[in-house]
């Protein structure tokens, strides 16, 4: 998790968006963040992670489906996909 923190370098923004138990974190939002590519390698090391928020964040459901089969103990990840005009 530090790791992602030196990222993207917004300790606030993480202490409003992590949720952590027993030094693992559990829940994490990255709604409206851009993330680079190399993130969602780091993603896969967040064993204990229950739920995730992908939404706006540049994410598809490639991406989605890759995740959920790293992360065993995932019990939902949001990914709200915008209206295409």
Known sequence: ???LMG????D???????????G???SLNLENT???NYVSESLK?????KSLNLTKTGFDRED????????NNLDY?????????
């Open 1 to 3: 998790m530090k790791y």
């Open 7 to 10: 990222t993207f370098g917004f």
């Open 12 to 22: 606030d923004f993480y202490k409003e968006r992590v949720k952590v138990n027993d």
């Open 24 to 26: 693992r974190v559990v």
């Open 34 to 36: 851009w993330i680079p």
């Open 45 to 49: 090391k967040l064993k204990g992670l």
């Open 64 to 71: 989605v489906k890759s995740l959920k089969g790293e992360l």
């Open 77 to 85: 990840i949001i990914l709200k996909m915008e209206k295409e005009e």
